[in-house]
């Protein structure tokens, strides 16, 4: 049973454009929320987490927006640039990890 | 500089063969993971480690094994009843806070396996 979600695969966005990824996930006992970004053959690296406590957490052009009562969460890439192009999972951690299936970003020069 | 360490970055199995994929951490991190990504496909958690000498399966354990001897290593072996081992492997490492909470989890730079 999946319990983070990314149900969209894929995204393209225009250079300077904002970029939202989106995540959902069922248990309400998760601590953390995390996303990663990856490139192919590489071990993903982590970009912004936010506690559960929070509903947001901003860091640069990288911002996750967490949304309790919907179980949802979203990262927003604004401006977006071309080396923004990558897999961007979404995680959640309580006692392991979760991850979400990914969602490749695409962002056009 | 602290990290973590994979290695091979390429593993040959031969069929019938056990092989073993190294992961190091010297990050002091007390929890360790193994997750598998197939093609097009998210993380996958083989085994993880929260302690030294003690390990839980994941949701694909079947086929690997792990040892937990010391707090640096957490070694994948992927035995030959894994009959699809072809994948690229990812170690990672978390600290575990109070009342088992993880914050954040970083990853090596991953092992591809294929059979031969």
């Known amino acids: 049973d999946q319990q983070v979600k990314q149900n969209s695969p894929s995204l393209s966005v225009q250079e300077g454009r904002i970029s939202i990824l989106n995540c959902d996930y069922t248990n309400s006992m998760f601590d953390y929320f995390l996303w990663y970004k990856k490139y192919p053959a590489e071990g993903p690296t982590f970009l912004i987490s936010?506690?559960?406590?929070?509903d947001k957490n901003e860091d640069g052009r990288f911002t996750v927006f967490l949304n309790k009562s919907a179980k949802h969460l979203s990262l927003h890439i604004v401006p977006s640039q071309p080396g923004d192009s990558a897999v961007y999972f979404c995680?959640?951690?309580?006692?392991?990890?979760?991850f979400g299936t990914g969602t490749s970003l695409t962002v056009i020069p | 500089d602290g990290g973590i360490t994979q290695s091979p970055k390429y593993l040959f199995r031969k069929e019938g063969q056990n092989v073993t994929l190294s992961c190091e951490q010297n990050?002091?991190?007390?929890?360790m993971y193994w997750y598998r990504q197939d093609p097009g496909q998210g993380l996958r958690l083989i085994y993880y480690?929260?302690?030294?000498?003690?390990?839980q399966k994941g949701d694909i354990a079947e086929g690997y094994s792990v040892s937990r001897e010391k707090k640096e290593s957490f070694p994948l072996t992927v035995t030959s009843a894994q009959k699809n081992p072809t994948a690229f492997y990812l170690c990672?490492?978390?600290?575990?806070?109070?009342?088992?909470?993880?914050?954040?989890?970083?990853f090596g730079p991953g092992t591809r396996l294929l059979v031969l």
């Open positions: 990672a490492s978390s600290i575990v806070l109070l009342a088992g909470v993880q914050e954040t989890q970083y």
């Open positions: 990050l002091n991190h007390d929890a």
């Open positions: 480690s929260q302690i030294v000498n003690d390990f």
């Open positions: 936010i506690s559960s406590i929070k």
């Open positions: 995680a959640a951690s309580g006692n392991q990890f979760y």
